[in-house]
């Protein structure tokens, strides 16, 4: 004899087949299971399909040559040059016009309140951006007297340079000594990224372009360049604090021409320092591959 409650589960389970025919996603859905990989979207209510990826990874090779964005009051193409700092944010080592990339970027989307797309459009960008200024000191308050020191002038890239400009602070100066050390040691094989010598006859990857300047050392050299803009020549640069470096990373030391930053974010000494240098407590300025700030954890 068939009750009440039986008839009941019976009907749920005739329509549970029902869907499980015409529309296996959504069955599979109601059982917590998935027949196919899924991405879901920010309010849950439906789902990119793996099968989107290919798209995906096509439209962000073109992305990352061709969109059209403004930083600094001047105008941007593409993010190509930004493409190893993305890829360690998203946490894949891959090229971005790759499925890896596209399905990455789309969970770091999801993660961060983004439309997982999986494609790295102006929105996307503006907030990798934010997230890059968040991770630097935040600001430029000049340092005290006794809390700089004079590193050795084999440190830096200029063998030349005034010894007056050879000050950092003290705790950047450790920091920067251990990460150095172990980039020795992780490229020891790369005999050309750490040079002795005349630095225009050998490369000196990861030796020290510039370090401390006072506020106005920095204004000279504003008043050298007065159409710099703020891109190029910060007004109130966090050198100041001596907590800022500038860092030899192949190229024009510190050119901010497309061309030149491209090469420089291609280098093993940048890749080096996108992967570990965070590890010291050393964040990039994400628009000049050269510049690394100290923001030292509690």
């Known amino acids: 004899m068939i009750t009440q409650v039986n008839k009941v589960s019976m009907v749920r389970l005739a329509i549970l087949l029902g869907l499980a025919f015409y529309f296996p996603t959504a069955a599979s859905a109601v059982y917590g299971q998935s027949r196919s990989r899924v991405i879901r979207t920010v309010d849950s209510t439906r789902v990119v399909p793996a099968r989107s990826m290919p798209a995906a990874a096509m439209r962000n090779l073109h992305l990352s040559r061709t969109l059209s964005w403004t930083f600094g009051g001047k105008q941007q193409v593409g993010w190509e040059i930004y493409t190893p700092l993305i890829a360690h944010v998203i946490g894949v080592e891959a090229d971005a016009g790759s499925e890896e990339f596209a399905s990455a970027l789309s969970k770091w989307q999801l993660d961060n309140s983004l439309d997982p797309t999986g494609t790295l459009e102006l929105e996307t960008l503006q907030a990798l951006i934010g997230f890059w200024q968040r991770q630097r000191l935040g600001r430029s308050s000049p340092a005290s007297e006794d809390s700089l020191i ?23 100066y450790v920091a920067y000594q251990r990460m150095f050390a172990a980039a020795e040691k992780d490229l020891k094989d790369r005999k050309e990224l750490i040079g002795k010598g005349d630095p225009v006859k050998e490369n000196r990857y990861l030796s020290i372009v510039s370090a401390y300047r006072s506020p106005a050392y920095q204004e000279a050299l504003r008043r050298k360049a007065p159409n710099a803009g703020r891109v190029a020549l910060a007004k109130f640069s966090a050198h100041s604090t001596g907590q800022a470096l500038d860092i030899y990373v192949g190229g024009e030391p510190v050119s901010t021409k497309d061309r030149n930053r491209l090469l420089q974010v291609q280098t093993p000494a940048y890749k080096w320092l996108v992967k570990n240098a965070n590890r010291f407590g050393f964040y990039n300025y994400f628009y000049e591959p050269w510049h690394w700030e100290y923001v030292p954890t509690p």
Request: proline residues 9%; aromatic residues 8%; neutral net charge.
């Open 150 to 172: 004079s590193a050795p002038i084999a440190m830096f890239f200029d063998l030349t340079r005034d010894p007056g400009m050879l000050q950092l602070e003290r705790r950047t």
